[in-house]
Every structure is written in C-alpha cells, then in structure tokens.
C-alpha cells in the first residue's frame, strides 16, 4: 500500500507555505494548494515521510482520513466511531487526540479532543472488548480534529511533535526564531543558490545561533529531521519501516557526501549568546560550518570570501514604539551595513516594521512572517548605494503631518487637558489617557510616573501603549499606518523620550499566556500609587504588573483590612496585597502559581516596608490549595479573589473557565471565611454573567460602577466586581 496516492496536509508559521510547496514539489507531491498557514496536497507514504523527514520549513503533516459533518457533537462523534480504527491502531498502542478550530457546536479545543477520544475509545471497545491506553505525551497514534465551520478534517498525525524542534536547541536566549521560521526565511532570501555559488552566511546579532545552524543544515544537505528519535507514524498500523529506514539511509549518505567549509559566520556582543550558538552547532552536527565569536557591530567586518548573505533577527519584543536603545541599535546595524557590506543581500526579521526604517535601506521585497504569535516582517536588501534612505527622523515627521496623525494628536491633547488635573488633584501617578477614542486608532494608552520623581532615577514619564489587535477584516497595511502615525506623534504630545515609549498588541490570551514572559531584559521602574510603591515592567510581559483599572479596588480592600487577615487569590504581583498591609492586616496570604509572579509580590513587599512572618506568599494552584485548606475552617476576615478568564497551564490540574467555575471558586473561598467576614470577586472577561440564583443564600452586592475609575469610564466593562458576603 505504500504506493497509493494519499491526502495530505503540512502546516507551516504563516508567511512560510509558498516556500513548504516548493519543498513539497521536490518530494514528489503533486495537487498542490497552499493557504496562509498550511499547504494540502496528493502523494504517496514515500512523500509523506520525505515531509517528516526533509522539510525545513514544516510545522506539522497530517494524513487526511476525510471530511466529516460537524454540525453537531452527535454528528462528529458517530462519523469517528464508524470508522474502522482497528485498520489505525493495534491492539495494545497508546493514543492521544488533538483539535483546533472550532464551531457553534464545538466551542473548546478541549471539548474537541475529548469527543474525538471518547468515540475512537468507544468503537475499539465494542470491536475488540478494550479501550487504548491515552498517553498525552509521545503516544503510538495521535489523531487530529480541525473544526471549521460545518466540516471537520480527520487525520493521523505523522508528526507527533511539532518539526519545528529539530531537537539540537539546548537552550532559547532572549525570545528564540523558531527553527522552522529561520530556515523558511534563509530559503525565501535565497540561501542555498548563495551557498551554491561559495557566499557566506553572516549573522552579527546571531543570538543562539538558530539562522546559523539552520543555515548550516542547508549548506551540509542535511534533513533536519534525521536524528529526531519520536515521530507520529512509528506506532501507526500502515507504517512502513523498511522504507522509513530506507530513507533515512539516503539522507545520510547525502549528508557525508557534503564536506564541511566554514562558510557560516556569526557573532554576539554577548558571550553567553555565542556559547549557547556553538552548543547548538554542535548538538546539531555542523560545528565545522561555523565559526562564531564575542563581537560588536563596531567591530563588524566582512569576512574573508565571497559576498554572502546577511541574516538577522535584531532585538524587538512586541511593540509598536521604539524600546530604550533599539532606534541606536537599528541605526548603527543600517550604518554597518551600508559602509562595509556593499555588494551583499542582508535579509532582516523584525516584529517592529517601524524600528525598520531606522536602518537606512530601502527594502526590495518585504514578506509577513509569524514567528509564534509574533507578527514578524522579512525585509530584503540589496547593499548599494541605490538602497540608501532618508533618516528615521525625516520619515517620522512625515508620519506626524498626516491628518490622521494630527486628528489623533488633537484627541491625545484634550484627554490630557481633561485628565491631568483630576491625577494631580487625586494625587494619582499612573492613568489612562486614551482608550480607544476613535475606533480607527484603537489603542488604549497609559501614562507612568505621571509628574513625580522616579524611585530608580531621574523623574520622566513612560508611555505604555496597547494596541488592540485588528480583526482580520480590516487592511492591514491601512493598520500599521496607524501604528506608525501614533507613533510619530506620542513623543511630542505627551512629552517623552521616544526611549520611554512601551508598547504591546492586545488580542485574546489562551491558557495563562498573559503572565508569559514576552523578553528578557529585566528592566523594572518603580512607580506609585495610593501612597504606595510598585514595581512595573513595560518590556518583558504582556501587562506592566499593575492593572491600573483595579485602583479604587485596591483603595476599598485597604479601606476593610484593618485588624484582618487577608487572603489574595490569584495574587500576581501582589498589587491588592500591599494595599491591605498598608491598610492594618493583622496578616496577608498570597497564592499564585507563579514563581516569577510571587517573587514580584514579595519585592513590592519589601519596597513599602513589609516583610516577615505575618506576609506568605504560596506558591500553588489556588483551587488546589482552597481545598487543602478547608480542614482548618475559617482563617480570613477578608478574601479577594480575581482569576484568569481561562487558563490551562500545563502546571494546573484541569481547566479554568471562569463564567463556568465561579460559583465553585467562590463557594470554595467562602469555607476559609470567616462568619463576619467579605470576599471581593473580580474579573476582566467582559462577557461575564454572575450565576446569582446559584448564589442566592449570600449576600451579593454589585459594585463594578463605582470600582470604574474616571480614567476607564469609556470602557466601563473592563472589569466587574462583587462583594459577598453570609446572610
């Protein structure tokens, strides 16, 4: 059967599918049709596993076993169990189930998996009188579920685990390019015809070296999937291993066919980034294709040989305003190459287009990329005198004379007319200037250390800016216009650095993603509020560490902590905490899963003057860690309870959802209260509905309106909150 002509699907990063077609047509495929994120396509098993084994730029390749109606659960669950998955899996083989997309009928992922799981399980069991054993984690068989609209696609997994995890990375560095993404962008920019002709490969900024081992990868003809010990198809019933072995033992015949040259040149300022490239050179075999060392841009010369390509993935987080030392640092990348590397291509992935323009060089080709959830852009240059621009400062202007820009500065102007002397007057430090004001320029926009001295240095307002992310209706090009007009005009209305100006895109999380690291620079400023100190981060997090919508919150849980002891849920960085210290508890009890989080907690703490053995910080799953305390009855007098929306962190037991769970969270926070005590419940998720009839033997007072600051009153949802309290 290893001849039959099959269907096929590979996913790729988007920005990567034109170039996983053409790998796709060298390995024989054939029909080929290629959509953003994925490319379908007709082929033998042969080709199949040349996919798994071959392609560079792949995510995933799944085996179609069809379409099938998912109007409804019922209708999903019947068509898997009439399948015959004895021809799938043998009696004994482990099985996991994995789904994406969704419809009205099958709104959860999860809920996806489970029906998927739940009628293979059941067809086994009444073929065969046993039931698979479910192994999450490297199964025999993974299938997979993709839900899209009234249809839903079925398929055998034969990846098992994403290809982008060569398995040669030892360790990521500051936000690591995703092998699969470096190698696509080294195909789109023409490495292999470079490598062909004797050019190098240079990365100045090489990071942990991914352009640099993929690049090599290419240059050895090595299949970067060789020495991955785990794929989905081992423990499929219809594999082939003599030909898998068969094909392995051509691809390592054409790897020792390549002598080594060391055309793959890399360097860091930082040491650890150069020790972590030549770890991962070597973990991946091509140590003799490199050479990388300790070397700034300064420093930056072309290296001996032919004119080669540049390949870079410069420092940017996810912002639209240049972070502190980037605009230099572009410049001074724009300049080195402009001086010393004529006659070169350079091919440059930046998140930040806008910190682009810094460079100095205009762009032949420009390709979006999604690096993870990043939105990336691939810019290609031809070094010579042609493609020199004007400076970043003559293209800003430009941006800010734009009447857009100008209508938005107007807007920016009044809000503050509005806005500042009410912070002065309420002796408030940190607030929203503008949310969302004018729908085409949908940015919500705080400013820090609004007037006063900073704790670590001289006193200057920062900027944090949060875009929320456009639906995919609207253009996007007309979208980063925008961004790049507010960026032109924030600095000069709101009188800051373009250094102190922070920002991130705003879209839905998943799981705990919005306590995710974003960087790793660890810069932190100390600001206030209510009389007190905190610590924020505008680079490393989606959230700076202070909610700024939670204010009066804050004021009122400070307001009843007198003599109490209190307990925070959910703590985070400890905001609502510090606030009741300050406010007399007698003790505080924090909870996060966190430890990032909690050591946040424990210096801000530490900065207001708390400490000791009346302040504990836990680190546990909350629901976890209400049930193991509810033998000990009632210990708190005041409790504040504010969960994620929705959470599946690998490091918690189950799923959250909190319009699902709320009544049993608070239930469960209500046995650790005391008789005359009050719990504070809070949420973000605007949607939120409080079941009250299920609450309906408790005191439940509303007091979302008058917790909305008058910063926040455009966007009066942001949160709602309630006090509970025994009957």
């Given at each position: 059967m290893s001849d039959n002509v099959r269907y096929w699907i590979a996913t790729a990063p988007v920005g990567a599918a034109s170039v996983l077609a053409e790998e796709l047509a060298q390995f024989g495929a054939h029909d080929i049709r290629e959509r953003s994120h994925d490319v379908k396509f007709q082929g033998t098993l042969e080709v199949g596993y040349r996919a798994c084994l071959w392609s560079r730029t792949a995510t995933r390749v799944l085996l179609s076993l069809g379409s099938i109606d998912a109007g409804s659960s019922k209708s999903v669950y019947d068509a898997v169990k009439r399948i015959d998955w004895r021809e799938h899996l043998a009696t004994g083989a482990t099985l996991a189930c994995d789904c994406s997309g969704g419809n009205e009928s099958i709104r959860h992922t999860i809920y996806g998996?489970?029906?998927?799981?739940?009628a293979v399980c059941d067809n086994l069991r009444d073929a065969t009188g046993e039931r698979p054993n479910i192994k999450p984690e490297r199964p025999d068989v993974l299938l997979h579920l993709h839900v899209e609209g009234p249809t839903a696609l079925l398929s055998v997994d034969f990846s098992g685990e994403s290809l982008h995890r060569r398995g040669y990375r030892?360790?990521?560095?500051r936000a690591p390019l995703k092998e699969n993404v470096a190698a696509a962008v080294l195909l789109r920019a023409g490495w292999p015809g470079i490598c062909e002709r004797g050019g190098i490969l240079l990365d100045p900024m090489c990071g942990s070296g991914t352009f640099l081992t993929e690049g090599a990868l290419i240059a050895a003809d090595a299949a970067p999937a060789l020495d991955r010990d785990y794929f989905g198809f081992t423990g499929w019933r219809g594999h082939d291993a003599g030909l898998w072995l068969q094909l392995c033992a051509e691809a390592r015949e054409r790897r020792s066919a390549r002598p080594a040259r060391r055309c793959i040149v890399g360097s860091d300022v930082d040491p650890d980034a150069v020790r972590m490239a030549l770890v991962n050179g070597e973990r991946a075999g091509v140590a003799d294709w490199l050479h990388v060392e300790k070397r700034s841009l300064a420093e930056l010369v072309p290296p001996k040989g032919e004119a080669g390509l540049i390949a870079t993935n410069p420092p940017y987080g996810e912002r639209i305003g240049a972070e502190s030392g980037l605009p230099a640092l572009y410049s001074e990348l724009g300049l080195t190459l402009r001086d010393r590397f004529q006659g070169w291509q350079a091919a440059i992935l930046t998140g930040n287009p806008p910190l682009?323009?810094?460079?100095?060089?205009?762009?032949?080709r420009t390709h979006r990329f999604y690096n993870g959830t990043i939105e990336c852009r691939l810019l290609r240059f031809e070094l010579n005198a042609a493609s020199e621009q004007r400076p970043a400062e003559e293209v800003r202007a430009d941006w800010?004379?734009?009447?857009?820009?100008?209508?938005?500065a107007n807007r920016l102007r009044k809000n503050l007319q509005r806005l500042d002397p009410w912070a002065e007057r309420e002796s408030i430090d940190c607030y929203r200037v503008y949310d969302a004001d004018m729908p085409e320029y949908a940015f919500a926009i705080d400013l820090y250390g609004q007037g006063a001295r900073e704790l670590t240095g001289p006193g200057a307002r920062h900027v944090y800016v949060q875009e929320y992310a456009p639906p995919k209706t609207v253009d996007q090009e007309s979208a980063r216009e925008r961004r790049r007009e507010v960026l032109a005009v924030l600095p000069e209305?709101?009188?800051?650095?373009?250094?102190?100006v922070h920002s991130r895109v705003r879209k839905p999380q998943k799981g705990s993603e919005q306590y995710e690291k974003r960087d790793t620079q660890a810069e932190r400023h100390a600001v206030q509020e209510g009389g007190l100190k905190f610590w924020v981060n505008f680079r490393d997090y989606l959230d700076t560490g202070l909610f700024l919508d939670h204010r009066i919150v804050r004021a009122s849980l400070r307001e009843w902590a007198k003599d109490a002891d209190f307990l925070n849920l959910f703590c985070y960085t400890g905001s609502a905490t510090v606030y009741a210290a300050a406010g007399g508890a007698r003790s505080t009890t924090g909870v996060d899963l966190s430890n990032t989080y909690l050591d946040w907690a424990h210096e801000?703490?530490?900065?207001?003057?708390?400490?000791?053995?009346?302040?504990?910080?836990y680190?546990?799953?909350?629901?976890?860690?209400?049930?193991?305390?509810?033998p000990k009855g009632p210990s708190f007098d005041l409790v504040f309870l504010d969960p994620p929306t929705f959470s599946n962190s690998k490091r918690m037991d189950g799923v959250l959802d909190v319009q699902r769970d709320h009544v049993g969270m608070i239930r469960r926070s209500l046995k650790l209260l005391r008789p005359t005590g009050r719990l504070v419940f809070s949420t973000n998720y605007t949607r939120f509905k409080l079941d009250a009839e299920a609450l309906a033997d408790l005191r439940v007072e509303d007091?979302?309106?008058?917790?909305?600051?008058?910063?926040f009153e455009r966007h009066a949802r942001i949160h709602r909150c309630f006090c509970v309290r025994f009957n």
């Open positions: 998996s489970q029906l998927l799981k739940d030892a360790e990521g560095g682009a323009r810094n460079l100095g060089i205009y762009a032949k800010s004379s734009r009447p857009g820009a100008q209508m938005f209305v709101l009188a800051v650095p373009i250094s102190h801000n703490l530490l900065l207001n003057g708390f400490g000791g053995a009346n302040h504990e910080l680190r546990a799953d909350c629901l976890q860690w209400l049930e193991e305390q509810e007091i979302s309106a008058q917790t909305i600051p008058k910063d």
